[in-house]
């Protein structure tokens, strides 16, 4: 495993490999915590300007999920139900999915006479971004005492290492209260996108989260109802936390990967166990995405060059606004995190040319777009689905699948994959998710692919060729497509790639 890692920083076959051998052991829990040990192990050798390179290169399509983004926390105890309406409007307008912590909508509910799936409803019907869930627990909404709620964030503002909380605070609940509403725990999920579980009591955060086999609840549930499931880890001690943390996801079966440093990063080395963190999680991650909930300016600098793929933040009151992008005696309770990680996730991309993009609405609802066209005779074809060892999509495109956003393009646009003609030679111009289902769905004779990505192009025509499907690549000459396809499809759902490719030549369109 040392050389296949060693190698990998330089080598995007072997990636390709690697991550195609890791999605077959975890799909049949058959990846071992030896296994594990050994990638960790692997990139504990590496250099930190090598493991940023790994991460990077398992950031790329289709190795793992190439957006970077935002998650929004718009709720705190502290507000009013008009200002947190609000606060989730405006996280709508800007096109990132929005965070939402239970328990303040719980406290919210109780101060506005309402039960706190009242609020939740209020929330979902007022936007369309993906919604996700956290600090839910086995009888829905988890709920705290003030001091929980209200908490100044004293162990970010003080800094690392974590040796408890330095107001003595523990993960005390109130639940009698939780179980007043338990009867709303299903109608919660059904209404979220993703929802979060933590693992951090295995890694022995006993003060500060759930046990385990209460978040095995909640992941049943998820999973029964068809939602992204995250779960959130530590750093800790950068190698027997991380490992911990790395086997308890992976036993949950999540989704997308939530690592948190700051306070809780007490490795000696802490931007090299950050960016390690990160690293190894690309590799493992099943659905592709990496996030982090708690990140010093710093570690979130050193995890976006490693291939983080998301940093929450927060509102004013939110905790998530002062939990990334701050450093010691500067992260506090009142910081409004947004536009200083918005800031950080920018300066990162341009200033070391990161290949990646920032989420935004227009790309939000191309997945969406494209989740509803991956349906072929009523079955989806999205991840979890996959070809010739590889998902189609990532946990993006479930949370894009379990929005408002796709549910409302119904009024507008109706065409599925049953609605494409089939052909012996079958022309798709771009290489990507939207290729792939076309392909494995028609099963044509020959495609004909091209793609201004070389890699793109590249990773696209060896998936279907391992999936036996007869693929050329066409060194991204879209004519040199329509010249041996009898039929040729711009596969891309946003409008500005599809006009641009129809300005060139006259091939159809989805859109």
Known sequence: MKDIIKNAVNDLDICLELRKDVIEKITKNKLSEKEIIEIVDAVDDLSIEEIQKLGSNFRKFPLGCDLVEMGIGPCSS?????????????????????????YALGDIAEKEGMTPLEVFKTIHN????PIDLDHFGKYGAMRFPKEITHCMGDCYYNGPPFKGCPKDRIHKRLIDKEKKYSY?????IKLSSTVCVNVVREQGGEEHAAPLDEMEIVAEAAKKYGKGLEGIFYVGDGYDDLIT??????DLDVDVFVVEGAPFNRAKDRLKAFAKAVAVSRILVKGGVV??????????????????NVILSGFRGNHHGYMCGYSPKTAKRGNFGVPRVLRIIKEEIKNNKLDTHILNRNILKAIALGSKFLNYKNESLIYPNSLGGHFIGDAHWVAAKNSNLYNNINNIY???????????????????????????????????????????EKATVKILN????????????DK?????????????????????????????SLI
Not at 245 to 250: A, R, T
């Open 291 to 308: 996030a982090t909930n708690g990140a010093y300016e710093d570690e979130c600098r050193i995890g976006l060059r490693s291939g983080l």
């Open 126 to 129: 007022a936007i369309e971004v």
């Open 480 to 508: 040199k497509v329509m010249e041996n396809a009898d039929k040729s499809i711009i596969t891309s759902f946003i409008p500005e790639i599809v006009l641009r490719i129809k300005n060139k030549i006259d091939a159809e």
């Open 184 to 188: 709303e725990f299903d109608d919660w």
């Open 414 to 456: 109706n065409k599925t994959i049953d609605d494409i003609d089939n052909c012996s030679k079958l022309g798709l111009l771009g290489g990507r998710y939207i290729a792939w289902g076309i392909a494995k769905a028609l099963k044509p004779d020959e495609v004909y692919i091209s793609d201004a990505n070389k890699w793109v």
């Open 466 to 477: 391992d999936a036996k499907i007869n693929a050329y690549g066409c060194n991204g000459n």
């Open 245 to 250: 943390g790395l086997k308890s996801c992976i």
């Open 78 to 102: 502290s507000l009013t139900l008009t200002e947190l309406i609000e606060n989730c409007i405006l996280s709508d307008y800007i096109g990132f999915p929005i965070h939402i912590c239970a």
